[in-house]
């Protein structure tokens, strides 16, 4: 077994702990190199996972893993990629806090339409912990003269329960996870 005693590896436990117990079909958004992976298979051994990541690079340290054979990975962009359907949980871990509020409501809604009834999101990542603190990455995202630095836009928890509620999901909530700016949204389709 794997030990998780940093943060980080502390919230990719607490994600794959969150599943329903008779989770099998997975959809993984942004897994880049697949460590949120690691413990969801110690877990779910049988499960069987869809990887989308844009980054062919990162994607290629997945074929090497133990659990390579139960992971399908499609390079590709998150809004031009088709999920497919009828998956019991969509998990995504740090990679969904770069798109502005609009764009996250277009991809909230291709997360909601490719689970099956009563699946899953679950989706741990960086926040926001004030509506300044958003509005200013996303100013200072506009004003990235020749993208000149990496800026992150984390939206606060209230947008992005806002958001899931407006494409349908229900029962949402959100849990601290160790580090004081990331949190694990869980919410579920109707
Ligand atoms: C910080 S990494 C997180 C990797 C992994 N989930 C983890 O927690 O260790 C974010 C990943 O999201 C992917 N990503 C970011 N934007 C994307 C997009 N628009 N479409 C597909 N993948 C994207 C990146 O390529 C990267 O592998």
Known sequence: MTKYTKPIWK??????DCLDKDVTKILDLGAGTGLELIHL?????NASVTVIDIS??????????????H???????????????????????????????????????????????DGLFL???????SQE?????????????????HIDIPLTVENEISILEQVGFINISSSEVDKSNYRLIKSRKS
């Open 41 to 45: 298979f110690e877990v779910y051994p």
């Open 123 to 129: 989706n741990c990542d960086k926040i926001s912990l």
């Open 71 to 117: 992971v399908t990975t499609i390079c590709g962009d998150f809004f031009e990629i088709d999920f497919g359907k009828n998956y019991d949980a969509v998990i995504s871990t740090s990679a969904l806090h770069h798109f502005k509020p609009e764009e996250k409501r277009i991809l909230y809604k291709k997360i909601f339409d490719c689970l099956k009834s």
């Open 11 to 16: 919230l990719k436990k607490k994600l794959a």
């Open 133 to 149: 603190e958003q509005d200013h990455s996303i100013y200072e995202l506009e004003n990235n003269i020749d993208n000149y630095k």
């Open 56 to 69: 062919e690079n990162m994607l290629k340290e997945l074929p090497k893993r133990n659990f390579a054979n």
